[in-house]
């Protein structure tokens, strides 16, 4: 992904902008939760004492007052309550073993927590192909969806102050489309993304080749989708949720 092309994008600057709002104006300590190339970090440390974030493969960043840790959101490494708020946005849908992970942000926090992830997503558009393990994955890796019930259900033992809902997405296919397209390879995927296959560890290197009998089958979804569309409303692309921790 382009990641310098993505954040021009409205719905980008729209989810950065009501995350920003959601994130109380307290200073203290933000733990931030998949920082990816540290863009975020560098303007939380306007707003927070310290920036902590925690990432797999975290950052090298020489910024005052942030620093970067390796670890996991299902084993954080820090003692409990000990941060003020904190952010966790384009993470979970990543994340397997989610109790786990909705768990240690809960007991590492003593004030608020903010939660954004992409709201309904339809995993089946834009799924891919491994050309090492022939597995379907979906895109970019996002193995969970979510909506308002979900989140508040994985973090039960916070209160939920407000949900908001950010963006627009029209991207829904159908099971007939999503087998016709798995049927052809998945060919029309993004394969130059970053996250690797979820069931081999392998990275995507190009689409599948064509053959006329894929082309057909892809055809077809691409043709069904186009009529889907025509009776679809726009939908949230995200949703953000802040939480507080009860006294």
Sequence with gaps: MDLAAYRQSENERRRLEDLLRLLPNTGGAILEIGPRD?????????RFASVIGVDLDPPKLSLPGVQMTKASVTALP????????????????????LESAAAEITRVTCGVVVIGVPFRQDIRVGKLTCSRCGRVNP?????????EQKLKSLFHRLE???????????RRTNPLSSWLMTKAGNPWAAYNQEEPCIFCGSHFEGSPS????????????YRLDRV????????AAWIHALFRKPA
């Design 38 to 46: 540290g863009y975020h970090s560098g303007i939380l440390k306007s």
């Design 228 to 235: 889907q569309q025509v009776f679809l409303q726009p939908s």
């Design 160 to 170: 939920l102050v407000e949900c908001s809902f950010v963006g627009k997405v029209t």
């Design 139 to 147: 895109p970019y890796g996002h193995i969970n969806t979510f909506d």
């Design 78 to 97: 820090f003692k409990s309550g000990i941060f003020s708020c904190v952010l966790c946005a384009e993470v979970l849908e990543h994340v397997q073993d």
């Design 210 to 221: 064509e053959t006329i009998k894929s082309r057909a089958c892809a055809s077809l979804a």
